[in-house]
């Protein structure tokens, strides 16, 4: 028997500042306050879970254990990516994550955290944050210390198709009314460093991290541009948006048919428009926007046929 494409049920999120958007998706949301979809998700906070084949019912994190085979017997003692789609119907927080090292010794063995952001869709004039002007440690800390947000924090303007590379040691946020599907390190360390003294749901503050946030900022702040690299593969058009050490990113355009080689040991495919069908040897199978399907080692070749626009990641 051939392999098949796994398609996933994902973990939804509840957050302060977390909205509808999601059920754009014909997703059941939990709440008018749903903030996260882990799509691709393998860890302690949430597993997401096959929902086709003979892995029906089994998590990501339980075939990533004991059905290595999925993977081309990768090694690691946990699955390396997290997908996410976010909808921030409000601000999120200002942010730092650290990377390996730091985690792993203060974090109780946890992955550092390098990201980035496919802009799905957002408001006119949306903004995120995207680094800082501090041009020393000690201004940086002299900066906080005064509150002077407005001059530290830079803003940048985004629109829809925008993509946007988060290292660790970057300060960042995404601003109110932006939707994006967000490609990870499967961590979930994230030092808050300013929420605009918002209050919670129990009328409290939310906890600040600010000795660590301090302490894993890159300073002075690198904004780092990436080279777009594009791949015509018969009506698929393939866009390469970044490779870095810890995954690789895409974004396919499909407007017809196209035959396909998997040269990777895995790939994670989440729709983020439109429709089609995937043909892998015996199997085919019916996709559609937000659906999210995990093609597995073993599938060498495959067809597309329809009009869709997927993020495509792996390592």
Request: hydrophobic share 35%; charged share 25%.
């Amino acid at each position: 028997m051939t392999a098949e494409p796994l398609f996933f049920k994902p973990v939804f999120k509840e957050r302060i500042w977390g909205g509808t958007a999601l059920s754009a998706f014909d997703y059941k949301i939990p709440s008018e306050r749903t903030g996260e979809c882990w799509a691709f998700a393998a860890h302690k906070n949430g597993q997401s879970v096959v929902q086709n084949g003979v892995y029906q019912g089994v998590t990501l994190g339980e075939l990533w254990e004991h059905h290595r085979h999925l993977f081309g017997h990768l090694e690691g003692d946990r699955f390396p990516l997290l997908t996410k789609i976010l909808d921030a119907d409000q601000d999120l927080s200002v942010q730092v994550h650290p990377n390996d090292e730091f985690a792993k010794k203060r974090e109780n063995g946890e992955l550092g955290k390098t990201e980035c952001w496919y802009i799905i869709d957002c408001q006119k004039d949306a903004e995120i944050i995207y680094g800082h002007n501090a041009k020393t440690k000690e201004e940086l800390i002299t900066m906080i210390e005064l509150g002077e947000w407005d001059e530290l924090l830079r803003r940048v303007k985004v629109k829809p198709g925008d993509f946007i590379y988060v290292p660790s040691g970057t300060v960042h946020a995404i601003g109110k009314g932006i939707l994006v599907l967000e490609t990870q390190q499967n961590s979930d360390t994230t030092y808050r460093l300013y929420d605009y003294e918002r209050k919670n749901a129990e009328g409290k503050m939310r906890e600040l991290h600010l000795e660590k946030s301090i302490e894993v900022i890159n300073v002075p702040s690198n904004q780092e541009q990436q080279t777009v690299h594009y791949k015509q593969t018969d009506d698929l058009l393939a866009a390469t948006l970044i490779k870095c050490p810890y995954f690789s990113v895409e974004k396919w355009d499909l407007s017809g048919s196209a035959s396909l080689k998997q040269q990777k040991p895995f790939l994670l495919v989440s729709v983020i428009e439109g429709e089609g069908r995937i043909f892998t040897g015996e199997h085919e199978n019916y996709f559609k926007k937000g659906d999210h399907m995990l093609l597995p080692y073993g599938i060498e070749e495959f067809k597309l046929s329809g009009h869709a626009k997927c993020i495509v990641s792996n390592l």
